[in-house]
């Protein structure tokens, strides 16, 4: 059939199952938004209030369903726009295709009104990119582009063409979806190889990253856990792979890790990481993590192996499917001995904060009572972050959405829009600190617009939280830049923007509020008020070994 490379477009979103893009229009793209227009009824478009914002939402929406985000920008400011987000989506390995569209083809090379390289600026930060200049072509760089995005380590691609091929013709054939031929190496050596050191160790720890929520294998990890009589900790990115309330779980391990996983990893003889790329928040020293412990690293990136910390076995491939092998022949172990004294740090070292005021660890403890941890939760970047990490119990995947690797401040709210979007079925919360809020705060009018019931929760402490704390521990008090203490009210902000808005004071009224947004079933902002000093602990100052995470005791002690 003769269509134009708009049409084009569009069909192959058809065919790739999208439902929901996320976007904004301008000159260069007005013709793929004319195709949009014709097939209202088959793919939904969620008009955001900045580039940004579609950028996140995406990728919030393919981290809570599974499935590839899709945001949609124009030439010049409106594909550059869209970076921070591709960037955020790269290094948590998100699966989203970012559509732009460039000047006419004769027009490319020439400083044209809006031109921009971005298939060039976006290149590292992306696991493909194509420019499109023969609407021939363009079916099959589309079908590519979604197969590129969600195979193997899945991450995002993307697709500039230019405003002629989208007014040009060719015939298009609608084709079914095809998958890239996942090329897999014999590890039949490897497997042997881990097996024996699983069944070698007297002390194993189980260490779990994002890989494990991305392969879907979090069945597998409990039953792997099980078996190798092994607690287990997780990463950020790693929540929820394996159940928060299991006995076996330490909790966070890492530079705001609990002390029952940093140390229990820094006593243990084997360290498997299933899914993880042993990042620098997570490792601290390298030169003393996990240094009396062989490690066994399970990774679908052969890139990731030896990369960050030298590994003494590894197996390359999907976990699901690697662990469902590894489950099959691992006999029960046995570590009563030492699951008994990880257990006794997790008694001795349990998280705690100050309750006398209202604290973030207190709204997120209600937050997680009253949803019973059943919420997707997203976050921006900061203290709220950690204590996000830290105080609800994720007990499935796909139910923290953060930006873990590029650690995007304003991330949170177009996630969570995405997140609500592909779930609507979940309640979702995002959680952020007043400093991220402002970032992206315009993303409340799209969720007014749309009458999305996200909930938006402003830990409100005047200042930049995480920046100040390190200002406190590190830098003698010098408070640089980091106090928000101004005329700003983000209750009147969100009412101006068409939402709900409550104030949070006192602790009595966390509840009581939580309880009546989800009640209301529209977008509703929590200006939670909470004191500017307030700490995350226990922490790991940069570059130290993570046996040396410390405590506000510590603190008091050392002082």
């Known amino acids: 059939m003769l269509m134009t490379g708009a049409q084009i477009v569009v069909e192959c979103l058809k065919e790739q199952g ?65 970076v921070t987000g591709i960037a955020t989506a790269y290094m948590d390995s998100v699966p989203m295709v970012a559509i732009t569209c460039n000047v006419n083809l004769p027009s490319l090379g020439k400083d044209s009104f809006q031109e921009v390289d971005i298939a060039g600026v976006t290149m590292p930060i992306t696991k493909h990119g194509y420019i499109v200049k023969d609407v021939n072509i363009l079916a099959d760089t589309l079908r590519k582009a979604f197969a590129i995005a969600r195979s193997g380590r899945p991450g995002p691609v993307l697709v500039d063409i230019t405003k002629d091929v989208t007014a040009n013709q060719c015939e298009y054939e609608r084709k079914p979806v095809e998958e890239f031929p996942v090329k897999r190496q014999d590890q039949t050596a490897a497997l042997e190889a881990a097996l024996g050191l699983i069944e070698a160790a007297k002390k194993p720890f189980v260490y779990v990253g994002g890989g494990a929520v991305i392969s879907g294998a979090y069945r597998e990890v409990r039953e792997f856990a099980k078996k190798a009589d092994a607690p287990v900790c997780d990463t950020l990115m790693g929540k929820g792979a394996f159940d928060g309330h299991d006995p076996y779980y330490t909790g966070m391990i890492g530079m705001h890790g609990t002390k029952a996983s940093n140390f229990g990893v820094s006593e243990c003889d084997l360290l498997i990481a299933l899914g993880a790329r042993f990042s620098d928040r997570v490792v601290g020293n390298p030169k003393k993590f996990a240094e009396h412990a062989k490690v066994l690293h399970i990774d679908i990136d052969a890139a990731e192996i030896n990369k960050n910390i030298h590994t003494d076995v590894s197996v390359v491939g999907d976990l699901k499917e690697v662990l469902t092998a590894l489950n099959g022949r691992l006999k029960q172990q046995d570590h009563s001995d030492w699951i008994a004294h990880v257990m006794e740090l997790k008694e001795k070292y349990p998280l705690s904060y100050d309750d006398s005021a209202l604290s973030c660890p207190y709204i997120i403890e209600e937050i997680d009572r009253i949803t019973k941890g059943e919420a997707v939760i997203t976050t921006d970047v900061g203290q709220h972050q950690m204590w996000a990490a830290q105080y609800y119990k994720y007990s499935m995947p796909r139910t923290l959405l953060t930006s873990g690797g590029l650690g995007t401040m304003g991330y949170g709210l177009g996630a969570c829009i995405g997140a609500k979007v592909g779930r609507p079925d979940k309640i979702c919360i995002n959680i952020a600190g007043d400093g991220c809020f402002r970032m992206n705060m315009n993303e409340l009018a799209t969720a007014s617009r749309y009458d999305i019931p996200i909930i938006q929760v402003v830990i409100n402490n005047h200042v930049l939280g995480m920046v100040r704390q390190w200002q406190t521990l590190f830098y003698e008090k010098r408070y640089s830049q980091t106090v928000l203490n101004d005329k700003v009210d983000f209750c009147k902000v969100a009412e101006g923007l068409g939402c709900e808005a409550i104030r949070v004071t006192e602790r009595e009224e966390v509840a009581p509020a939580i309880e009546k947004a989800i009640a209301m079933k529209k977008p509703v902002l929590l200006d939670c008020i909470i004191p500017e000093d307030d700490k995350v602990f226990p922490m790991v100052p940069a570059g130290a070994p993570i046996s040396e995470a410390f405590d506000a005791d510590d603190l008091a002690r050392r002082e």
């Open 18 to 82: 999208v439902d929901t893009v996320f976007g904004y229009p301008g000159g260069t793209i007005l013709n793929v938004y004319d195709a949009l227009y014709q097939h209202s009824n088959e793919i939904t478009h969620i008009l955001t209030s900045h580039e940004q914002g579609a950028a996140h939402a995406a990728d919030g929406y393919a981290r809570a369903t599974g499935k590839v985000g899709v945001c949609l920008a124009t030439s010049g400011p409106g594909a550059t726009n869209l």
